[in-house]
């Protein structure tokens, strides 16, 4: 199917300022308007694909904002806002008190025969999500795949439409999405609970949801899954090991431990005794990376994808494109990556060059250093994001996508996401990242926290206090509730780098 596009551009400008409507008028290329920014006391701003172009020199007055707040729909928790019956969405920016001073007014775009592309895959009834930057077209595929299984294979698809980008603003929604019915969601938070309502209460055989970005909405996902109905979803991240590194959704693709294996069996398989493994069935079977809006790379077996990352050697890509006459091209590549076999120590005159490279964005730098030095791991922080291998950035900071992320997310740099700055989340994310090394202590941790036991075994036995083996302040913390949760007491003493527990009775 040939790509035929609609935009309902003029009902967006309809709402605009009139200067500031004659101005987009005037440029040759407004039918490929992006999107129009206005800030107070700023001249406003229009986005196309390839420029951007100051339309009035005039600032933006609180007027010509309250024109535009004034002609669209109610703006939601997440200052989100659209016009009745069209895709276009108006985001506001607000100041302390809650007062409206940015808006950023997206034209939104139905394209029909995006998926072509994966058409075969959606056909499969298997699940499948849709990773990709922002802008790329993932929600665009995601409206389109709803009207294909509603209209084309008369399938029972209900789309869970958080922020009203796939169906539209308003209580009919967009042709666009065909026979598809639209769940609508009150709040972003309670996404999750709408995936659920959806699947109790109208039987649906298809379920389509736009950004997965919760663990409660990834527990809703594999739920759904259990239940034999086919998802179609986005996510936050570009690529698969993205999710792998993600904590809060490394869930859909099976979620990552750590194992210990014996001392045979870590043998045979020619690994450290320590390695990490899938924990459970990915929720999506099939995963699908939108590299740009005419070629995506594709994982067909996500469970086998994620076990051969996990052990150093990736499979090759299905990489598929879409050439001028509309023709799909296939190529299996080599996917470039440096994840080390976890197990395995590399060369010496790699481990410098194989070491990641972080750049941290919204996230403490120092209490990073001071959980890598309680691990005794060489941390590589970099000011630069063209010299770093991974950002690293908090849960809030994803969410708002600052431009330094977006950056990020075009170079498809890899991102970790801590749902917290707290030491455990810290350790989890360097645990992750520096897996050999962390490795490598796995025995002198072990040992650590069995000589705090034996202790406290000793002192109920009658004995009045031990004094443990020296040990780092993370260590130290972890001896002291291994003592707490025995009944006895601890107390730290001496100065690093022999300071070290003692556990006592009263």
């Known amino acids: 199917m040939q790509k035929v596009i609609t935009d309902d551009l003029e009902a967006l400008l309809d709402i605009l300022p009139t200067h500031v409507r004659e101005h987009l008028y005037e440029q040759k290329d407004f039918r490929e308007l992006i999107e129009v920014v206005l800030d107070l006391g700023r001249p406003s701003e229009a986005r196309f694909l390839d420029r951007e172009v100051i339309l009035d020199q005039s600032e933006v007055t609180e007027r010509d904002i309250e024109y535009v707040t004034s002609r669209v729909g109610i703006f939601g928790e997440d200052n989100r806002a659209g016009i009745a019956r069209t895709l276009h969405r108006i985001s506001a920016i607000r100041n302390r008190k809650g007062r409206i001073v940015g808006l950023t007014c997206r034209v939104g775009r139905a394209i029909f025969g995006t998926i072509k592309i994966i058409e075969d895959l959606v056909q499969t009834g298997k699940s499948i999500q849709l990773l990709g930057r922002p802008g790329v077209g993932k929600t665009t595929m995601l409206r389109e795949v709803a009207r294909v299984l509603a209209d084309d294979f008369g399938k029972r698809v209900i789309i869970v439409d958080t922020s009203n980008e796939i169906a539209g603003d308003g209580d009919i929604p967009h042709p666009a999405i065909g026979t598809a019915r639209r769940m609508q969601v009150p709040t972003p938070n309670m996404q999750h609970a709408v995936m659920i309502e959806a699947v109790e209460n109208h039987m649906p055989e298809v379920i389509v949801i736009d950004e997965i970005g919760t663990s409660l909405e990834a527990q809703a996902a594999r739920t759904i899954a259990e239940r034999g109905v086919q998802l179609v979803a986005t996510a936050h991240g570009n690529t698969l090991e993205n999710l792998m590194m993600n904590p809060t959704l490394s869930d859909l693709i099976g979620g990552i431990q750590s194992v210990t294996l014996g001392d045979e069996e870590a043998k045979r398989r020619g ?68 994840v080390r076999k976890p197990g395995r120590r590399p060369p010496e005159s790699r481990v410098e060059t194989g070491a990641p490279r972080l750049y941290l964005y919204g996230v403490n730098r120092g209490r990073m250093e001071e959980v890598a030095h309680d691990m005794q791991l060489h941390l590589h922080v970099v000011n630069d994001l063209n010299d770093a291998t991974m950002l690293v950035t908090s849960k809030r900071y994803y969410r708002q996508k600052p431009s330094r992320i977006r950056e990020a997310e075009g170079k498809n740099l890899p991102i970790y996401v801590l749902r917290g700055n707290t030491p455990a989340q810290v350790r989890q994310l360097l645990s992750s990242v520096y897996p050999v090394e962390v490795t490598e202590r796995d025995n002198s941790f072990k040992s650590a926290l069995d000589e705090a036991k034996e202790a406290v075994e000793a002192v109920k036995s009658g004995q009045d206090s031990i004094e443990l083996s020296p040990q780092s302040a993370y260590i130290r913390r972890l001896q002291h509730l291994v003592a707490e949760r025995s009944g006895v007491f601890s107390q730290s003493t001496g100065k690093d780098p022999n300071r070290r527990v003692r556990i006592f009775r009263t």
């Open 271 to 338: 690994t450290q005794k320590s390695i990490l493994e899938r924990v459970s069935s990915p929720t999506f079977d099939i995963l699908v990376e939108i590299q740009e809006r005419d070629k995506v790379a594709i994982h067909r077996d996500v469970a086998t994808a994620v076990d051969a990352i996990l052990r150093g050697a990736p499979e090759s890509l299905e990489v598929r494109r879409l050439d001028d006459a509309g023709e799909v091209t296939i190529e299996n590549l080599r996917p470039e990556t440096d």
